[in-house]
C-alpha cells in the first residue's frame, strides 16, 4: 500500500478564514503538498502573516493573500478574479470562514441572527457560487466548514446551529448536484477544537490537548486538516455530499453535566 492517494489532489486552492486556527493549518498543510494557496481573512495584515510564514518556508506551494470578507460579494467575486489571475486556475475551495457569540434564543436579536447566519451559511454559499465555473473547469473538490452543533444542536448557539445545520444541507444538495460536474462536495463537522477563540473561552490551549488520549472532548486544528487533507485526495473519490463529524469520543457517551 502506498499513500500516494492521501496527497492533496489538485494545484489550487482556496481557504477561507485561513488568519489562523483550522483554516491557517489547512493551508499549511495543502501548500506542504505542493499546493498552491489563496488564504483570505478579513483584515489583510492577518493573513500577511500566515502567506509569508509559507511562502519563507521550504513548503513547494506558494501563497497569496487576499482580504476578504465572505458577506461582501463584490470582495468575495475579487478574492476568485485575483485566484485566476494569480494562479490561472482553482481546484479546491475549503469554506473556512465562520463566526459566533454564545446567547440564549431570547437574547439574539434579529441583527445578531442575521449576521452570523451571513458570515456561516450564505458565505459559504457565495464563495462556491462565484467559485462555480472555475471548480467545474476539469472538475474540482469543496470542503465546506460545519459543526458538531450542525448536526446535534448547541444550546446558547442556536443561531450558530441553525447557520451549520444549513450548510450540511447545502452540502447534500450540492453534493448531488454537481457530482455530474465532475466536483466533489464535503463538510466537516468537527467538535470542541483547540483554537485560540476555544482557549479564551474554556480556558484549553492546544498544548493541553494529547492526540494519543481517545477519551477526550477535544481536538486539535492538525486532527481537522488531516480530515480535510482526507477529503481533498483521492482516497476520498468515493465520498460525496457527505457530512464527517470529526468529535472524539461518541456523544451518546458525554456527560451532560460537564
Known amino acids: 500500500m502506498t499513500t500516494d492517494q492521501y496527497r492533496v489532489d489538485g494545484d489550487v486552492a482556496l481557504i477561507t478564514g485561513a488568519s489562523s486556527g483550522i483554516g491557517q493549518t489547512i493551508a499549511e498543510r495543502f501548500a506542504a503538498d505542493g ?46 478574479e485575483a485566484t485566476l489571475e494569480t494562479f490561472d486556475g482553482l481546484d479546491i475551495l475549503v469554506n473556512n470562514a465562520g463566526a459566533s457569540f454564545m446567547a440564549n434564543f431570547d437574547g439574539i436579536s434579529e441583527n445578531g441572527w442575521e449576521t452570523i447566519v451571513d458570515i456561516n451559511l450564505t458565505g459559504t454559499y457565495r464563495c462556491t457560487h462565484a467559485a462555480a465555473d472555475a471548480l467545474k473547469d476539469g472538475g474540482g473538490i469543496v470542503v465546506n466548514l460545519s459543526s458538531v452543533a450542525g448536526i446535534q444542536g448547541a444550546p446558547y448557539m442556536s443561531h450558530y446551529a441553525a447557520a451549520k445545520s ?93
Do not use: H
Open 35 to 80: 499546493v498552491d494557496v489563496v488564504i483570505c481573512s478579513r483584515e489583510q495584515d492577518n493573513v500577511d502573516t500566515v502567506a509569508d510564514r509559507i511562502n519563507e518556508s521550504d513548503r513547494p506551494g506558494r501563497a497569496l493573500a487576499v482580504e476578504c470578507d465572505v458577506t461582501d460579494n463584490a470582495a468575495v467575486e475579487a478574492m476568485i
Open 166 to 258: 444549513g450548510v450540511n444541507a447545502l452540502t447534500a444538495s450540492l453534493g448531488f448536484e454537481w457530482a455530474t460536474e465532475g466536483v466533489r462536495v464535503n463538510a466537516i463537522a468537527p467538535g470542541f477544537v483547540a483554537t485560540e477563540g476555544v482557549e479564551a473561552q474554556m480556558g484549553i490551549a492546544a498544548e493541553d490537548v494529547d492526540r494519543s488520549e481517545i477519551n477526550r472532548r477535544m481536538g486539535t486544528v492538525e486532527e481537522i486538516a488531516d480530515v480535510a487533507q482526507f477529503l481533498a485526495s483521492p482516497a476520498a473519490s468515493y465520498i460525496v455530499g457527505q457530512t464527517l463529524e470529526v468529535a472524539g469520543k461518541p456523544a451518546i457517551m458525554e456527560d451532560p453535566n460537564v
